[in-house]
T-cell receptor
Framework: DQQVKQNSPSLSVQEGRISILNCDYTNSMFDYFLWYKKYPAEGPTFLIS?????DKNEDGRFTVFLNKSAKHLSLHIVPSQPGDSAVYFCAANDQTGANNLFFGTGTRLTVIP | DGGITQSPKYLFRKEGQNVTLSCEQNLNHDAMYWYRQDPGQGLRLIYY???????QKGDIAEGYSVSREKKESFPLTVTSAQKNPTAFYLC?????????????FGEGSWLTVV
């Protein structure tokens, strides 16, 4: 059973516009959330994270929003650049102290120049 | 440069053979992990290790084995018991297993069974 879901397998955005990637989760024990960016045939690269005690975390062009009541988080990229084209994975950690990440299936972002 | 090194990048295995994927990190991280990625799926945890000489099964450990004899090294053996071994394998590490510690990944290894 997929506990972290990314329902959009792909997204295309014009350069300079905002990219919004969405992620839903089902486990209320998740308390730490991360976004990873992955290029083909490479390992995922950590992008940004957010703790469940916050509802927003910003780092440069990247902002993650967390809506705990809806069990939903989103990643905003503004402005989008062609180099942002990659697969983005949402991941969540639970409160067991195990640091076992649960990953979504990924969203492929294409930024069109 | 600190990082995680996986080798080989590409590996072909005949059915019935065991193969070992190497993972080395020089980040001085205590915790190490192995994940598997299949097309259209998220990453799934195979094994993890919190400290030297200790490791635990993840969600899909059947058909795999690991060892953690050194802090820097966490090799994964894909045994002949693994029914569908063709996949992209990712090694990762984190400072420790606290949930707020970011997990960092290596470049990955492609394993194909021929």
């Amino acid at each position: 059973d997929q506990q972290v879901k990314q329902n959009s397998p792909s997204l295309s955005v014009q350069e300079g516009r905002i990219s919004i990637l969405n992620c839903d989760y089902t486990n209320s024990m998740f308390d730490y959330f991360l976004w990873y960016k992955k290029y083909p045939a490479e390992g995922p690269t950590f992008l940004i994270s957010i703790s469940s005690i916050k509802d927003k975390n910003e780092d440069g062009r990247f902002t993650v929003f967390l809506n705990k009541s809806a069990k939903h988080l989103s990643l905003h990229i503004v402005p989008s650049q062609p180099g942002d084209s990659a697969v983005y994975f949402c991941a969540a950690n639970d409160q067991t102290g195990a640091n076992n990440l649960f990953f979504g299936t990924g969203t492929r972002l294409t930024v069109i120049p | 440069d600190g990082g995680i090194t996986q080798s080989p990048k590409y590996l072909f295995r005949k059915e019935g053979q065991n193969v070992t994927l190497s993972c080395e990190q020089n980040l001085n991280h205590d915790a190490m992990y192995w994940y598997r990625q299949d097309p259209g799926q998220g990453l799934r945890l195979i094994y993890y290790s919190q400290i030297v000489n200790d490791f635990q099964k993840g969600d899909i450990a059947e058909g795999y084995s690991v060892s953690r004899e050194k802090k820097e090294s966490f090799p994964l053996t894909v045994t002949s018991a693994q029914k569908n071994p063709t996949a992209f394998y990712l090694c990762a590490s984190s400072r420790n297993r606290a949930t707020t510690n970011t997990i960092y990944f290596g470049e990955g290894s492609w394993l194909t069974v021929v």
